[in-house]
């Protein structure tokens, strides 16, 4: 090949290529070679000190030494700095002895810019992460090895020292107040970052109070700290971050004594109280539930809230019904829910009253209620039931007495006479049997009454067969100067409740009416049945003396009463009230002195069939 073409095919060549006699002088260079260098090599190896030929240089070591140098990057001068070559030189030693240096160059230039690119990055991406620590509301320190504070962000020193610089302090000497959560005062060598330090172990939300310094309070900060360089490496510091809790722990604390006081409470009520949840699909829970849990059912606060059926589990069967139709109307309406009904502990049955106020949450119904044993308190209204029949029936026994004199008057003489004149008996005996039919009749009446089962829960009765039987005893043993009117309007009148209880009521209100109008000129007692589609209505009406204000506000207090003693105990409208409540009725009164008074009981209808259903209102 033809030097002029080994040239030609040399410049061709995309990395530069010089070679060198043993003097260092070029024997030959291609284009490249001289590009990477933008200077003819003829004057970087005559010109003294270039860089191809300083003494740590590729091709003087090569030349020096007679061995091969590999890619040191040389920068040569260019305008507006220096553009950085990449320089090989490799000893060659020919046949006849003579020695030359082969040298290559390639242009690194663009990869080092990459290089500044990639740090004016990095500087760029440490600017953001200083400005994000610096503005965090976190604190954040390092510790040196020397343990002296190398960095500590605004926040730090705001929490630690209010206004004070951190940085340069040593940690174990620090004359900050330190105490551990219970307040005993902690060692700078306890603290989370020194123990780090000493162990390379990282901690992790440790609390501990800073202060109080002058008249500042005390400040509770949680701590966690780590080895920057890795766990058990502390050859780069160990950084700390750390918050300031001091308001959530005052909250925490605040909300205890709420619960503790709660607690005082739930235990000295005499009764429960809870929270009942019903969802939308159907379940229901106990979310909260304290107090006398354990002496109502047997069950623990925890046992309630865990499993809901427990609860449910301990009220009476013939109760569950009912209540579980008052909650779904209580739902639906958000109502007050009020309640009485059973429930056993697993030894005996107690009385309880519900009184529960419903919220509506997103996917249901939340009744927060409290509960409260009435034991006592239905056991004296059974023992006023008692004692209030056992006055009534006083007052039944003397006019069934008058009534069965006058009827025994037509018995007796006539059966004597039917004796005495045999021909004349059969009419006579007609007189005789009529009379002892009626006497049987009152008879079967009062014992209707005297007999009444006191069970009232579950039970339905015809309020319209209640008010018929009652009249109809009335008319038998009132004087027969009162006139005694029935009327009666509207459908069936079906209720819940005894029939023995609403005939207690209604004999009531007719005896207290007989005495009102007992020697009043025109003695009048209107007894009215009516009601509409949710109510029925018995109201007693009568034109006697009637009552004055303060007279009414008192009706109903237990042994209260306007008549003359031995002829009342004040029982009568106590035991009317107490049936009322126990049955959702309730009692209106209307009284003027001299105009007579009117007593009005209003009680639910029943739904389904009641027991001595009748065809009137």
């Avoid at 005789?432 to 009626?438: G, H, Y």
Wanted: aromatic share 4%.
């Amino acid at each position: 090949m033809t030097q002029a073409l080994e040239s030609e095919v040399l410049d061709l060549l995309g990395i530069g290529l010089s070679v060198h006699d043993a003097s260092g002088t070029i024997v030959h260079a291609n284009a490249a070679g001289r590009e990477a260098a933008e200077a003819p090599i003829e004057a970087l190896v005559t010109r003294g000190g270039a860089p191809l030929l300083a003494a740590d240089a590729p091709l003087a070591v090569a030349l020096r030494d007679d061995r091969n140098v590999r890619d040191v990057v040389l920068g040569f001068p260019s305008d507006g700095g220096h553009r950085w070559v990449a320089v090989s030189a490799f000893a060659r030693r020919a046949a006849d002895g003579s020695r030359s240096v082969l040298c290559t160059y390639t242009d690194v230039s663009e990869p080092e810019a990459r290089v500044d690119d990639a740090v004016s990055a990095t500087a760029r991406s440490n600017q953001r992460f200083e400005a994000a620590v610096q503005a965090l509301h976190e604190g954040l320190v390092i510790r040196g090895d020397g343990g002296h504070i190398t960095y500590a962000n605004p926040a730090a020193s705001r929490i630690l020292t209010g206004t004070r610089p951190m940085v340069g302090a040593e940690v174990s000497t620090t004359s900050w107040p330190l105490v551990d959560e219970s307040g005993a005062r902690l060692a700078p060598e306890d603290l989370p970052i020194e123990r780090t330090a000493r162990t390379g172990e990282p901690c992790e939300n440790v609390v501990v109070g800073v202060g109080p310094t002058g008249d500042a309070p005390r400040r509770w900060i949680r701590v966690s700290s780590a080895c920057i360089a890795g766990p058990r490496d502390t050859s780069a510091g160990v950084v700390a971050t750390f918050s300031d809790i001091t308001d959530l722990r005052a909250a925490n604390a605040e909300a205890e004594e709420a619960h503790e006081r709660l607690r005082r409470i739930t235990e000295t009520l005499p009764g429960v109280i809870y929270q009942y949840r019903v969802d939308d699909d159907g379940t229901f829970a106990f979310p909260f539930a304290a107090g006398m849990t354990r002496e109502f059912i047997g069950l623990t606060p925890e046992e309630i809230t865990r499993d809901g059926d427990l609860g449910w589990s301990r009220m009476h069967e013939e109760d569950r019904e009912r209540v579980q139709a008052r909650i779904a109307r209580s739902q639906v309406t958000l109502e007050v829910f009020d309640d009485t009904f059973r429930l056993t502990d697993g030894q005996r049955w107690r009385h309880v009253r519900v009184r529960g106020a419903p919220e509506r949450l997103p996917r249901g119904t939340l009744w927060t209620a409290i509960m409260l044993d009435v034991t006592g308190e239905h056991d004296l209204s059974e023992a006023l039931r008692r004692a209030q029949r056992r006055e009534a029936m006083g007052d039944l026994a003397a006019g069934l007495a008058h009534n069965l004199n006058n009827m025994l008057a037509v018995v007796l003489p006539n059966i004597e006479e039917a004796q005495a004149s045999p021909a004349e008996a059969s009419a006579l005996l007609v007189d005789a049997a009529s009379a002892t039919r009626r006497a049987a009749d009152l008879v079967r009446q009062l014992l209707y009454i005297a007999r009444g089962d006191t069970r009232s829960q579950g039970e339905t009765c015809d309020l319209g067969l209640v008010t018929d039987d009652v009249v109809a005893l009335c008319r038998r043993i009132f004087d027969p100067a009162i006139k005694l009117r029935l009327v009666r309007s509207g459908g069936a009148a079906r209720v819940r409740g005894s029939a023995a209880h609403l005939q207690q009521v209604v004999l009531n209100l007719c005896l207290n009416a007989r005495d009102a109008v007992t020697g009043v000129e025109g003695a009048r007692i209107d007894v009215r049945l009516t009601g509409d589609a949710s109510r029925v209505v018995v109201s007693v009406e009568d034109n006697g003396c009637g009552m004055d204000a303060a007279t009414l506000q008192r009706l109903g207090d237990l042994f209260f009463t306007t008549k003359e003693p031995g002829r009342g105990t004040g029982l009568g409208l106590a035991t009317v009230l107490q049936t009322l409540r126990d049955v959702d009725g309730t009692l209106d009164v209307r009284s003027e002195p001299g105009r007579g008074a009117t007593f009005a009981i209003s009680v639910p209808r029943a739904e389904g069939p009641g027991a001595g259903d009748s065809e009137g209102p």
